[in-house]
């Protein structure tokens, strides 16, 4: 492949990831919205399926980013054969795991409030 199939590829798989980033906001704006507004009058199993399709739309998104990040550090290794890396190619992957580790938290909190909002509608 040559040095200019490689940046294609980055670039597209750059792209791909911040379209993901922006659907994992979306999920996590409207779960939080949704938790804030009726979390306290949600029963326990509707909770439960909101709180499972959430859970599975931004946590698949977070391992699809994560997915992508692998992918992409296995192109920039390939890029790195034919010529230098940028600074920006060299942070790219190497910057990627706390993002991931955000966006898991991400979830994990927004979880835990909607069960404080339900808990707090039940007292």
């Known amino acids: ?23 994992y906001i979306s999920t996590l704006s409207a779960y939080l919205v949704v938790a804030y507004l009726v979390g ?7 909770l439960s399926a909101i709180t499972a399709l959430f859970a599975f739309g931004a946590g698949g998104q977070t391992y699809a980013i994560y997915l992508h990040g692998i992918h992409v550090r296995e192109i920039l290794d390939r890029k790195e054969q034919i010529s230098a890396l940028t600074p920006y190619e060299q942070g790219f992957a190497t ?18 409030f909607m069960i404080h909002e339900k808990r707090r509608g039940a007292s």
Request: glycine fraction near 2%; charge should be negative; proline fraction near 2%.
């Open 1 to 23: 492949m040559s040095e200019y199939e490689l940046l294609d590829l980055f670039i597209s798989k750059e792209a791909q990831m911040a379209s993901q980033f922006a659907i």
């Open 40 to 46: 306290s009058k949600l029963s326990w199993i509707q």
């Open 95 to 112: 910057n990627l795991a706390p993002w991931i580790w955000a966006m898991t938290i991400g979830v994990v909190v927004s979880i835990y």
